[in-house]
């Protein structure tokens, strides 16, 4: 019989593997497979965690928003970096189940920032609220947010954009709620606005907006809160806006409007009841799409249910705190702390009359200017007690 053969598994038949893996330092089998199997487990989490600081699909356009502020004086942006995932910034919201390392939300209002908004916000493709109410953003309104399909809230009050309202702002399709009151806003009322069936709430107020009303927003059949006031639009209030049946709130005063309402008929309801809600909203600093307004809890009930004794819980702070620097000083603090008190309890109460839901049960306009005037008078006696404490 010859000589046999040596057996030899098939797995080590290859010397040179063993010894050298590409000309690497010679290995043993079991430290190959050791790195091997290790690796097979380490590896999954290293590219989630890859995956989690590596998404700059949203990181970039929120540094390139930062990058246009020129100012932040409350430093709000300062966890806007690198140490921490944009999701945990101040004012960043993500969310989402299938999502959720995408930006949803952006809330940054009264932060005093100053500076343009960066179109690229629109890259922030998942976003459903944009809320930088009361800073200093200035510049057009980027037409590039019409981009936003998904954007439900779009909340710029109380800053000094100027330009025109983009028209194409009529392609966020989901939008909800457009509130762009307080700014300097030129030109006209967009007519693609009225394309808007799911906005509830338009609040144009307070700019510089001309030209008419457009017949095309009587196409909102969603919409309960109409706000012009404070503009300089011309001619007659559309006969399109009788088939809004949901409003409660049209406000349209300090314009340059022909004296005549809907159908050529004068109607004073609806601005009685906006005027109703608008002391409201000046004496408590809550309006009436603020979330602690729900489950049937409206301004006007939150109001009505504080009166009188539990008055001063709904005054907002930032008001009581004006009057009680104004009486500083004065030998009759009491009596003007009881003064300022009733001119409170009077506000509130004509507030919730001209709010009422029957507008049977609202107060007259020559009503409402009466009672203002005498609350007016016992001011400006608290006012006179003060000066006359100051000139002595």
């Known amino acids: 019989m010859g000589e046999s053969m040596p ?48 998404n700059e699909t949203d990181l970039l356009p929120l540094l390139n928003f930062k990058h246009l502020i020129t100012d932040d004086p409350l430093h ?37 920032l100053v500076g343009p908004i960066s179109p690229y916000i629109a890259n922030l493709t998942f976003l459903r609220i944009i809320n930088f109410t009361g800073n200093s953003f200035y510049g057009a309104v980027p037409e590039e947010i019409g981009r936003l399909f998904r954007l439900r809230y779009l909340r710029l009050t109380n800053n000094t954009f100027t330009g025109e309202i983009p028209a194409n702002l009529t392609h966020c399709f989901k939008l909800q709620v457009l509130r762009l009151t307080g700014n300097q806003l030129a030109g006209r009322i ?47 209030i559309p006969d399109d806006l009788c088939q809004l049946v949901s409003l409660k709130i049209l406000s349209i005063g300090l314009n340059k409007l022909s004296e005549y309402a809907m159908g050529g008929k004068a109607s004073t309801q609806g601005d009685v009841y906006s005027y109703g809600i608008l002391l409201l909203e000046m004496i408590t600093g809550k309006g009436p799409t603020d979330d602690v307004f729900k489950d049937n809890l409206s301004l006007h009930h939150f109001a009505k249910m504080a009166l009188v004794e539990r008055l001063m819980e709904i005054v907002d702070p930032q008001l009581l705190l004006e009057e009680a620097e104004a ?37 007259q306009m020559r009503d409402v200017v009466f009672e203002m005037h005498t609350i007016k008078d016992l001011y400006l006696g608290v006012k006179f007690h003060r000066d006359k404490q100051v000139r002595s």
């Open 76 to 112: 709000s942006l300062s966890s806007w970096n690198h140490t921490l995932h944009f999701c945990h910034w101040q004012g960043v919201t993500c969310g989402g189940p299938r999502h959720p390392q995408r930006v949803t939300a952006l809330n940054l209002t009264g932060q005093k």
């Open 190 to 236: 967009p007519t693609e606005l009225g394309s808007l069936s799911k906005l509830t709430y338009l609040s144009l107020g307070r700019n510089s907006l001309a030209g008419s009303i457009p017949p095309s927003l009587g196409n909102l059949s969603s919409l309960w809160y109409l706000r012009l006031t404070e503009n300089s639009l011309e001619g007659s």
């Open 327 to 363: 009486i500083q000083g004065n030998e009759n603090q009491i009596n003007s702390r009881n003064r300022m008190h009733d001119c409170l309890i009077s506000m509130v109460k004509i507030g919730v009359l001209c709010s009422a839901e029957s507008p049977r049960k609202r107060m």
């Open 7 to 54: 057996y030899t598994s098939p797995h080590f038949a290859f010397p040179a593997f063993t010894n050298s893996i590409m000309g690497l330092p010679r290995m043993s089998l079991w430290a190959i497979w050791s790195f091997l199997l290790l690796s097979s487990i380490h590896l999954p989490c290293f590219f989630v965690s890859a995956a989690h600081f590596s």
